[in-house]
């Protein structure tokens, strides 16, 4: 039975902004929302597959191309709550809730 996604308000505007950031980067838009779009559906059916990231919670962390996309899975529920989508270069633990 696959988990179903959950993103948080704050994701889908970490989303929106890789979108804005990329407007004039066509080809490495379509390269990064291609692999998103790839390791979502791999994440509906195998959610244990990335590592543990500990930061107040028991995050774990995927990797996207120059991004980094954190999110718990919550078994009671079969549901996976996307936290945060962010650039890898930034300080994430001042990012991440």
């Not at 039975?1 to 950031?21: R, V």
């Not at 590592?51 to 028991?58: A, G, N």
């Not at 996309?69 to 300080?91: A, Q, S």
């Amino acid at each position: 039975m696959k988990y179903k996604i959950e993103y948080l308000p704050i994701a889908d505007k970490d989303i929106s902004a890789i979108s804005d950031a990329l407007t004039n980067y066509s080809d490495k838009a379509k390269r990064f929302f291609a692999e998103f779009e790839k390791k979502i559906k791999m994440l509906e059916d195998m959610p244990y597959m990335w590592p543990v990231y500990k930061y107040k919670l028991e995050y774990r962390r995927m990797i996207l191309e120059d991004h980094l996309l954190f999110y718990i899975i919550d078994e009671n529920e079969r549901k996976i709550k996307i936290y945060r989508v962010l650039y890898d270069k930034m300080d994430i633990r001042k990012q991440i809730i």
